[in-house]
Structure formats: structure tokens, C-alpha cells
């Protein structure tokens, strides 16, 4: 048996890509019921406010003039995650009323922080960044207008100090800030300035790790063979 030398190949680059190690997700699909957590795949915390199940969906029940944050009690692997969610309904306003929703990355356990990507109505449709710590908040970017349809999505991404929102998969800004790290949770965010029931409606919960990648040299040559039969 005879060996054939087939390619000699000297420093050739591999990457290796590795799945997201751990994703969860909510469709909401379950009985109504003042509490998310029931029939959930995992528990829910409202941080603040009031979040419940109508109609297989996410709706936001609150006073007038407060934001409200639900906490997807799951952790991730890592505090480099993203967090997704569909926005079903926002309030239509007249004058300065305003209406937000959107999913929450890097939520602590213990208090009311994260980062935000969300939508909001205020006399027009716009998205934009917004940080919470120990409860206040703080807008990281300047707001893009947005023409709001039922069902538009939005992403929130932390990777280290690179924070990311993403509108209908499609990137809309990216900051740098270092205030919120190592939390593994994340979650869903409103605002109802007016009080009106029921107006804050997402739905498609969806939160994971981001995608690793790593890259290797090989520094000498590579010799492949193939084995000749007789």
C-alpha cells in the first residue's frame, strides 16, 4: 500500500463557531392569568408594576406616569446576551402622552436594573437605548423615528461594554457604556404615561447567549494523504 501526498497546505486559518450555550423563550401562549409565571417556562418577577397574561399574550397593567420591568428569573450563561421581543400594541397618544415596550438584557437579580432597546410613542414613533439603574433611567442614544405596525420587534444586545438595539433585525444604534455587567437575566420593560389600561401589549419573549467565535492558526505545514488500495 502506497501513500499519495495530496496537498501541503502551511498556515491555514480555522474558525470555529460555537452555538449560543444557553437560549429561553415565552410565546405567552397559556390561560390568562394576573400571573405570568403560571404555566411558564420558566418564573417571572414583576420588579416593578404589574405584567400579566391576556389573550396568549404580554400586557403591561399600570398607574399613570410609571415604568414597569418583569424579570425572566432564568439565568444565561454569560452576561454577553441578547434579549428579543415583539411589540403587539403601543397606545395611540394625542399631545405628549407616551407609551413604551420592549425586552431588558443584563437585568439584575436583585434590583431594577438592565439595558433597554424599545419602542415608543410620543406625538410620533421613535426606538432608542435606555439604561435603568436601582430604578432610574437614563436614554444612552438619540431616538430614531419609527412608523409603528403591530408585531415590529426589538433587540437588545449586550456584548462587554458594546450595547446594541436592533429594530425589525435590522441594527439601529450601538453605544459604549460600562455601568451594567454580570448580570445573566433579562426581562420586558414599559411606560404608560396616561394610565390607560391594557395599552402595552409584546409577545414572542426570546433571550440567549451570543454566538462565540474563535479563531485558531495553524503555524506549520499540513500534510493530507490518501491511502491507495492494492
Known amino acids: 500500500i502506497s501513500n499519495e501526498e495530496l496537498f501541503n497546505i502551511w498556515k491555514i486559518p480555522f474558525v470555529e463557531a460555537l452555538e449560543p450555550t444557553t437560549t429561553i423563550s415565552d410565546n405567552f401562549n397559556r390561560a390568562d392569568n394576573a400571573d405570568m409565571s403560571v404555566g ?34 432564568s439565568d444565561l450563561s454569560t452576561d454577553d446576551h441578547y434579549a428579543f421581543c415583539d411589540v403587539i400594541s403601543l397606545d395611540t397618544p394625542g399631545g405628549g402622552q407616551a407609551y413604551n415596550a420592549g425586552p431588558a438584557a443584563r437585568f439584575s437579580a436583585l434590583e431594577e436594573t438592565f439595558y433597554t432597546g424599545f419602542l415608543y410613542k410620543f406625538n410620533g414613533d421613535f426606538s432608542v437605548i435606555r439604561k435603568v ?10 431616538a430614531i423615528s419609527r412608523t409603528f405596525v ?5 433587540k437588545i444586545q449586550a456584548d462587554g461594554s458594546t450595547i446594541k438595539d436592533f429594530y425589525n433585525g435590522v441594527e439601529a444604534d450601538s453605544i459604549t457604556d460600562t455601568s451594567i455587567t454580570g448580570n445573566l437575566r433579562t426581562g420586558l420593560y414599559g411606560y404608560n404615561n396616561t394610565g390607560g389600561a391594557d395599552t402595552i401589549i409584546v409577545d414572542n419573549f426570546e433571550a440567549a447567549d451570543l454566538v462565540a467565535v474563535s479563531f485558531f492558526q495553524h503555524s506549520g505545514p499540513i500534510r493530507i494523504y490518501r491511502r491507495n488500495k492494492r
Open 40 to 73: 411558564a417556562p420558566f418564573s417571572w418577577t414583576d420588579v416593578d408594576g404589574d405584567w400579566q397574561i391576556v389573550s396568549n399574550q404580554a400586557k403591561m397593567v399600570t398607574s399613570a406616569g410609571t415604568s414597569r420591568a418583569a424579570r425572566a428569573e
Open 133 to 142: 439603574v436601582t430604578g432610574t433611567e437614563t436614554s444612552l442614544t438619540t
Open 150 to 154: 403591530s408585531g415590529d420587534d426589538m
